[in-house]
């Protein structure tokens, strides 16, 4: 969890997210990994955004992507709006293409967790499937 993930969770956690964070975190499961921000990634979307609304959603969701690359390039979020401009511009952004995105209300999230919560292709911002 990076500091900008902390303090998204911060300004809008209900109590079981609260209790669910101080039990990872008590459990040693919440990993905080070393976290730098990408400048060539925030400039690739400034370049290849169609529009300043567009722009300004995916920056405001950067640290996501960015958080993914540092670990295991998977995000699960609720925000299908930003899967959908990231998606738009994974052609022309490499390092963003096979980056697995979930929405944690997908039917089959659970089994996908069980089985160990690999990042796969179907599930890829620049996937074609």
Request: no cysteine.
């Amino acid at each position: 969890m990076t500091p900008e993930i902390a303090e998204e969770w911060d300004k809008h956690q209900n109590k079981f997210a609260l209790s669910w964070r101080t039990n990872m975190k008590r459990h040693g499961k919440l990993s905080e990994p070393r976290y730098t921000q990408k400048d060539e990634l925030r400039e690739n979307i400034e370049k290849f955004a169609k529009t300043e609304q567009e722009r300004e959603k995916m920056l405001k969701d950067v640290h996501l992507l960015e958080a993914a690359l540092a670990t295991d390039k998977i995000v699960i979020s609720l925000d299908d709006e930003a899967r959908r401009l990231y998606s738009k511009i994974s052609a022309d952004v490499d390092e963003i293409r096979e980056i697995t995105w979930r929405n944690p209300t997908d039917k089959d999230i659970i089994s996908w967790l069980k089985r160990g919560a690999t990042p796969d292709r179907k599930h890829w911002l620049g996937s074609t499937l």
